[in-house]
Structures are given as C-alpha cells and as structure tokens.
C-alpha cells in the first residue's frame, strides 16, 4: 500500500477532474495502467502538514504490486498535480525486516 500526498492549485480542479476521469474510466475497463485506490476516497486535508508550494492538500491511499501503476498516475495527473508516494508497510513487518537486517 502507499500514501500518496498531492498538491494542486484550486483553478486546476476542472482540468483534474477530467484527468481523474479518464483513470476511473480505464479501471472500469479492467485496464491494469493506474493502482487501485483503497479504504477511502481522495481525502482533502485541511491542515498544512507540510510545506505546501500549492493552493490545496489531499491524500489518496492505493494498493499496487507494481510501482509503474504509480508512475503512470503521477505521470497522468502531471503537470496539474504534484503527488509524493509513501509505501505503507506494517509495524510488525518493519520490525521483522528491522531484525533480519541487524542480526
């Protein structure tokens, strides 16, 4: 899984609307080009927390064995959207690597 952190500029939203249409329109295809979105709808943060450069935050959570899914929506949504992906990974498997690293 991965966090995907996005930026964008408010006067973008129509454009991205329509570019995040064309992704739900090819998933509903059963195309294999763009992750699948998880647990949650793209999320708007109404925090800074982090140094923004944009207009808006928001969040999408995703579910792919293959990073070039990632690439392909970064590289979709580009250059309207600035996106950061965080692989999400279990405590309890960070520890087991964390050991296995360290033995």
Do not use: V
Not at 40 to 59: C, I
Not at 70 to 92: K, V
């Amino acid at each position: 899984m991965y966090l995907c952190f996005a930026e964008f500029n408010f006067g973008d939203l129509e454009r991205i609307s329509q570019l995040m249409k064309e992704i739900s329109d090819e998933r509903e295809k059963g195309s294999n080009k763009f992750p699948k979105t998880l647990l949650l709808e793209p999320q708007a943060l109404q925090a800074e927390l982090y140094k923004k450069t944009r207009d808006r935050q928001g969040f999408f959570i995703f579910e792919t064995e293959d990073p070039m899914r990632l690439t392909n929506y970064q590289m979709h949504l580009a250059p309207y959207m600035d996106l950061n992906f965080i692989p999400l990974t279990s405590i309890r498997k960070s520890l087991e690597m964390w050991i296995g690293l360290n033995r």
